[in-house]
C-alpha cells in the first residue's frame, strides 16, 4: 500500500511548507516519491530551498537570475530534509545567497541564488511566445495517460498499464494541472518542441515571491522527461531504444517579470539541443497566456539507454568466464 505521507498534496503551499528552526535554518515538513522515482521530487527540494531563501533575505530584493541548482544525491521521502541557507554578499542592487539541503547528515542537494532590487526601467525584449491551442482545447493529461492503460499494448503488459494507473492517480490529486498544448512539435529549422500548459489548482492571489516559488516546483515537471521523448526512448522493454536510467544533474531558473500568476495557465515549452555521453540538455521557457516570458530555465540530466559499454561488456564476459 501506498504510504500517504509520500503522495503528492493538492495544495501547492503545503507542498511548498518548511518549518524555521532558526533564522537561517529550516526543514521539510512533507517530500513526495514520484512512481517508480529513485528519490524524491526534484521540484519540490527546488521550490522549498527557494522559500527558505526568500525567507532570509530583505524584502526589498527579488529573486531573480541566478538561481542554480545541483542534485548531488537522491533523497529520500522518509526522513525531512534540513535546509541551511548562508548569505554570500550583500550589496546595494543583489543579495547572493547559498542553501545546502541535508539528510542524515549528507548533503544532497545545494543552490546557490540571487535576489535583486527590481529596475523596471531598464530596457526589454524577449523570443515571442509558440502559436498553440488555447488550454480549454486540451484534455487534461490524467486523461491522455489513463487512454494509454485502454491501449492494446497496455492490455498485453499488465505492469505497463499499472503504472499508467499510479500515473494516472498522481496525476489527479497533483496541486498542478497540465495539459498537453503540443507533442513532439518540429520547428523550420528541425527543432523539436514538446509544449505543455501548466497552473497551480485552487491558489489565491500569492504575492510575487511565492509565485516565483511555485514556477520553481512547475519547472520540474516533465522537464528532463521532455529530452527522453525527443530522443524517442521508450519507457519500457530492453534494448537499445530503451531508457535505463534518468536522473537530474543541475537545474537554473531565470526570472524576468513579477507580474503573473500561477492560478492561470502558464505555458511552458521545452526542447533539447544536445544529448550524448548519457546526458541531455533541455531549456525551457515559460509564457502567460498574453505572451509574457516570466522565466528561462534550464536543466542537464543523466539520460542512459540500455546499451552496454565496452567496460561493462570486458566486465561480464570476465564474469562468464569465472
Not at 25 to 41: C, D, I, N, Q, T
Not at 145 to 159: C, G, K, M, W, Y
Not at 230 to 257: A, C
Request: hydrophobic share 35%.
Amino acid at each position: 500500500m501506498e504510504d500517504r505521507k509520500q503522495v503528492e498534496h493538492e495544495q501547492i503551499s503545503t507542498s511548498l511548507e518548511v518549518e524555521q528552526l532558526d533564522s537561517n535554518l529550516f526543514r521539510s515538513k512533507s517530500l513526495y516519491l514520484p512512481v517508480r522515482a529513485r528519490g524524491v521530487f526534484g521540484g519540490q527540494v527546488i521550490s522549498q530551498a527557494v522559500v527558505t531563501a526568500t525567507n532570509v533575505v530583505d524584502p526589498g530584493f527579488a529573486l531573480h537570475v541566478r538561481l542554480q541548482c545541483y542534485f548531488l544525491a537522491s533523497g529520500s521521502p522518509s526522513t525531512p530534509i534540513i535546509y541551511n541557507v548562508e548569505v554570500l554578499r550583500k550589496g546595494r542592487s543583489y543579495i547572493v545567497c547559498t542553501v545546502k539541503a541535508i539528510q542524515m547528515g549528507n548533503v544532497i542537494f545545494t543552490m546557490t541564488c540571487s535576489f535583486q532590487k527590481p529596475e523596471p526601467w531598464q530596457p526589454s525584449q524577449q523570443w515571442p511566445m509558440p502559436n498553440v491551442p488555447a488550454p480549454e482545447q486540451c484534455p487534461p493529461e490524467e486523461e491522455r495517460i489513463l487512454r494509454l492503460v485502454e491501449s492494446q499494448t497496455a492490455q498485453n503488459h499488465p505492469r505497463r498499464a499499472e503504472f499508467y494507473r499510479q500515473s494516472a492517480a498522481h496525476r489527479s490529486i497533483s496541486p498542478i494541472a497540465i495539459r498537453c498544448a503540443k507533442a513532439h512539435d518540429v520547428g523550420p529549422e528541425g527543432t523539436v518542441r514538446y509544449m505543455w500548459w501548466m497552473k497551480a489548482k485552487g491558489i489565491p492571489k500569492y504575492e510575487a515571491p511565492f509565485q516565483k516559488c511555485i514556477v520553481a516546483y512547475m519547472s520540474d515537471i516533465y522537464f528532463i522527461y521532455s529530452a527522453r521523448l525527443i530522443m524517442g526512448l521508450k519507457r519500457f522493454g530492453r534494448g537499445p531504444g530503451v531508457l535505463s536510467m534518468m536522473s537530474t544533474l543541475d537545474h537554473s531558473i531565470y526570472y524576468y517579470d513579477d507580474n503573473f500568476d500561477c492560478g492561470d495557465w502558464l505555458l511552458y515549452v521545452v526542447e533539447s539541443p544536445r544529448a550524448g555521453s548519457g546526458r541531455s540538455v533541455v531549456h525551457g521557457r515559460f509564457y502567460t497566456q498574453n505572451g509574457i516570458l516570466v522565466a528561462v530555465t534550464s536543466q542537464e540530466g543523466l539520460i542512459r539507454a540500455d546499451i552496454r559499454g565496452p567496460e561493462q561488456a570486458t566486465d561480464a564476459n570476465l564474469k562468464a568466464k569465472l
